[in-house]
């Protein structure tokens, strides 16, 4: 049976979604999705602890042994990955139907929901398997669910912000494709393991670098790393709330494995660096999109955009991470990338929270909350706190891995830059919780959100104090990925 | 002409990216995408033949085939693309009913009103 779970980890949320039409009521197929994101999230439980227990595990589909067939292998880095997206996935859902109740007509929930699914398969997917190819399929799968979903939002904006992301994902992931095409005409395979091997022995470095090039402008694309960017603040501002929710906590965290994968599993850091400054690249446009985001998400009235441009920033810090280029730092990158997702998610779920009962996002929306809706404020708070970096919250583990690094590398600006960053965030985030606890002038009666939605908020808020006291499972996954990525040895 | 399919290559991709950018109208950027991933099939198509070799179907008269593994990869990303380009058709629909126009920059002046 533990054989089998690879496949259908990805194989079981794209069936649910189909499956979800068989009902005819949109609370029947919320249910199911739960149900479908529950199994989905224990059979990534089952596989993680396979993992840490007993080591890599590789699938065959359709039996066809590798390279020849498509191969999926998870290792301790995806399995944490896996573990991460799926966990997210559940706990959204359940804050789901409450959610889209005042945001989506009835009639439209069905497809909210299939495309939900279709979205989580393509995440999965890009985690699980062992075939660049395959990668750049679900890499397709998980974006037109996404412009999908986008285009569900309320406001007419919601259009114009998906075809606007249609465009530049669909670029980048010609890039990536034009990338792999490249890389196979060298090589002649696609397998990630085997293409680890025979990168080694190419000679046309020219059309190498090439290859690379395509390969990581696409995916820094997808991930929304500073110059790449224009298309995230619309996308996560105007799609339903709950979608940004889950877009927020998990999509770009997954472009940043891809690429963590495929620059350190399988063309080696050091074979990159060598024909491309991949890792100063990252380490400036890191330190800017720290700087750049976090002022500008300062200077934003809608609470939604504020916090994506936040993230854009965050994934500045990721890069700074991959940018310093010692174990630590891809040790940091990749807590971070864990912590971040409890993070953002339980902002963006709290910021639904007050979408479901002012019906707006715009910061004035928020004066008096904080006696109105004291939970959900109470969650928001303690969010903001694990995205400053207080100690005790997951986003302390996280920037403090990153500080240790930069001094381990002797990196002083880099200390600096999260310091300054962090300063930023706490005066952005202030703002919020400010005008939360003042009072308003119509002194309105406590109106707290549906308790489906305060669990699914709660239980991220708990997530990020949990991972900023209890570091074992984060830091030892963490810690483990990036040595085995850092050794060479792919898997 | 060693590589002429190389160039056709390079010239319909810089065309199809041109266009995307340059033009206002978002069906006229979608055809500049579709140029674009169109590039991109002739390019894996063109890795796969190999010189002197019959299309891979197995006969007692041919020894030497071209690499069937490229065609299969670009079909596979033709109905990628004809599924972006039928949700991006769609969103266009939309904005149309939305904006009441298709030209990017009256929309962007609709989207601040």
Same mark, same amino acid.
């Given at each position: 049976?533990i054989?089998?779970l690879p496949?259908l980890q990805?194989?079981?949320?794209?069936?649910?979604?189909?499956?979800?039409?068989?009902?005819?009521?949109?609370?029947?197929?919320?249910?199911?999705?739960?149900?479908?994101?529950?199994?989905t999230f224990g059979i990534s439980v089952a596989l993680f602890l396979h993992v840490s227990d007993v080591g890599p595990l590789?699938?065959?589909?359709?039996?066809?042994?590798?390279?020849?067939?498509?191969?999926?292998?998870i290792d301790s880095l995806s399995s944490y990955v896996l573990l991460l997206v799926s966990a997210?996935?559940a706990?959204?859902?359940?804050?789901?139907?409450?959610?889209?109740?005042?945001?989506?007509?009835?009639?439209?929930?069905?497809?909210?929901?299939?495309?939900?699914?279709?979205?989580?398969?393509?995440?999965l997917?890009?985690v699980a398997?062992?075939?660049?190819?395959?990668?750049?399929?679900?890499?397709?799968?998980?974006?037109?669910?996404?412009?999908?979903?986008?285009?569900?939002?309320? @406001?007419?904006?919601?259009?114009?912000?998906?075809?606007?992301?249609?465009?530049?994902?669909?670029?980048?992931?010609?890039?990536?494709?034009?990338?792999?095409?490249?890389?196979?005409?060298?090589?002649?395979?696609?397998?990630?393991?085997?293409?680890?091997?025979?990168?080694?022995?190419?000679?046309?470095?020219?059309?190498?670098?090439?290859?690379?090039?395509?390969?990581?402008?696409?995916?820094?694309?997808?991930?929304?790393?500073?110059?790449?960017?224009?298309?995230?603040?619309?996308?996560?501002?105007?799609?339903?709330?709950?979608?940004?929710?889950?877009?927020?906590?998990?999509?770009?965290?997954?472009?940043?494995?891809?690429?963590?994968?495929?620059?350190?599993?399988?063309?080696?850091?050091?074979?990159?660096?060598?024909?491309?400054?991949?890792?100063?690249?990252?380490?400036?446009?890191?330190?800017?999109?720290?700087?750049?985001?976090?002022?500008?998400?300062?200077?934003?009235?809608?609470?939604?955009?504020?916090?994506?441009?936040?993230?854009?920033?965050?994934?500045?810090?990721?890069?700074?991470?991959?940018?310093?280029?010692?174990?630590?730092?891809?040790?940091?990158?990749l807590?971070?990338?864990f912590?971040?997702?409890?993070?953002?998610?339980?902002?963006?779920?709290?910021?639904?929270?007050?979408?479901?009962?002012?019906?707006?996002?715009?910061?004035?929306?928020?004066?008096?909350?904080?006696?109105?809706?004291?939970?959900?404020?109470?969650?928001?708070?303690?969010?903001?706190?694990?995205?400053?970096?207080?100690?005790?919250?997951?986003?302390?583990?996280?920037?403090?891995?990153?500080?240790?690094?930069?001094?381990?590398?002797?990196?002083?600006?880099?200390?600096?830059?999260?310091?300054?960053?962090?300063?930023?965030?706490?005066?952005?985030?202030?703002?919020?919780?400010?005008?939360?606890?003042?009072?308003?002038?119509?002194?309105?009666?406590?109106?707290?959100?549906?308790?489906?939605?305060?669990?699914?908020?709660?239980?991220?808020?708990?997530?990020?104090?949990?991972?900023?006291?209890?570091?074992r499972l984060t830091?030892g996954a963490s810690?483990s990925a990036?040595?085995?990525?850092?050794?060479?040895?792919?898997? | 002409?060693?590589?002429?399919?190389?160039?056709?290559?390079?010239?319909?991709?810089?065309?199809?990216?041109?266009?995307?950018?340059?033009?206002?109208?978002?069906?006229?950027?979608?055809?500049?995408?579709?140029?674009? @991933?169109?590039?991109?099939?002739?390019?894996?198509?063109?890795?796969?033949?190999?010189?002197?070799?019959?299309?891979?179907?197995?006969?007692?008269?041919?020894?030497?085939?071209?690499?069937?593994?490229?065609?299969?990869?670009?079909?596979?990303?033709?109905?990628?693309?004809?599924?972006?380009?039928?949700?991006?058709?769609?969103?266009?629909?939309?904005?149309?009913?939305?904006?009441?126009?298709?030209?990017?920059?009256?929309?962007?002046?609709?989207?601040?009103?």
């Open positions: 049976m054989s089998h496949i990805v194989v079981l949320p794209l069936l649910a979604a189909p499956a979800c039409l068989i009902f005819v009521r949109a609370r029947s197929i919320w249910l199911f999705t739960c149900l479908a994101c529950l199994l590789s699938y065959e589909v359709g039996g066809w042994p590798a390279p020849w067939g498509i191969e999926y292998t997210i996935a706990v959204v859902i359940l804050a789901a139907n409450s959610s889209l109740g005042p945001e989506l007509p009835e009639r439209q929930q069905p497809a909210f929901y299939v495309l939900f699914l279709l979205c989580l398969t393509g995440l997917g890009i398997t062992g075939d660049v190819f395959n990668v750049f399929v679900f890499l397709e799968v998980s974006s037109l669910a996404t412009y999908a979903l986008i285009a569900l939002g309320r @406001q007419r904006q919601a259009l114009w912000a998906a075809y606007q992301y249609l465009i530049v994902g669909t670029i980048g992931a010609s890039f990536f494709l034009v990338g792999i095409g490249f890389l196979y005409a060298l090589t002649g395979t696609l397998n990630m393991s085997d293409l680890s091997e025979r990168l080694v022995e190419v000679e046309q470095q020219q059309l190498l670098a090439v290859a690379f090039g395509f390969v990581v402008v696409g995916i820094a694309l997808k991930m929304a790393l500073l110059p790449l960017h224009g298309w995230l603040p619309n996308a996560y501002a105007f799609a339903p709330s709950i979608a940004t929710t889950f877009l927020a906590a998990s999509a770009t965290k997954v472009s940043l494995y891809l690429f963590i994968r495929l620059y350190y599993g399988v063309f080696g850091a050091e074979t990159v660096d060598a024909l491309l400054p991949v890792s100063i690249v990252f380490l400036l446009l890191g330190i800017i999109a720290v700087l750049a985001a976090s002022l500008v998400a300062f200077r934003q009235s809608d609470v939604k955009r504020m916090l994506a441009f936040s993230s854009i920033a965050q994934i500045g810090y990721m890069a700074v991470g991959i940018g310093v280029g010692s174990t630590l730092g891809l040790q940091a990158s807590l971070h990338l912590n971040h997702a409890f993070i953002k998610g339980a902002l963006f779920l709290a910021v639904a929270s007050v979408v479901y009962r002012t019906g707006s996002s715009q910061i004035d929306a928020f004066r008096g909350l904080g006696y109105r809706m004291p939970w959900t404020m109470a969650g928001l708070v303690l969010a903001s706190l694990s995205l400053i970096g207080v100690p005790l919250t997951a986003g302390f583990v996280s920037k403090w891995f990153l500080v240790l690094a930069a001094i381990e590398s002797g990196l002083w600006v880099v200390v600096l830059i999260v310091l300054v960053g962090s300063f930023i965030s706490l005066f952005y985030l202030w703002k919020i919780v400010e005008l939360a606890y003042s009072k308003s002038d119509s002194e309105a009666s406590r109106n707290e959100a549906p308790p489906l939605m305060l669990i699914a908020l709660w239980v991220l808020v708990i997530a990020n104090i949990y991972f900023g006291i209890d570091t830091v810690a990036a040595a085995t990525l850092i050794e060479g040895a792919p898997w | 002409m060693d590589f002429f399919n190389y160039w056709v290559v390079i010239a319909l991709m810089m065309t199809g990216l041109y266009i995307v950018m340059a033009q206002q109208n978002l069906v006229k950027k979608l055809l500049g995408l579709n140029i674009f @991933q169109t590039a991109i099939f002739i390019l894996y198509i063109s890795v796969a033949k190999v010189l002197g070799g019959t299309a891979p179907i197995y006969t007692e008269s041919a020894t030497l085939y071209s690499n069937p593994l490229p065609h299969v990869l670009i079909l596979t990303a033709i109905v990628v693309g004809i599924a972006t380009m039928a949700l991006a058709l769609a969103l266009v629909v939309r904005i149309h009913g939305a904006y009441g126009s298709i030209e990017d920059d009256e929309i962007r002046d609709r989207s601040k009103q």
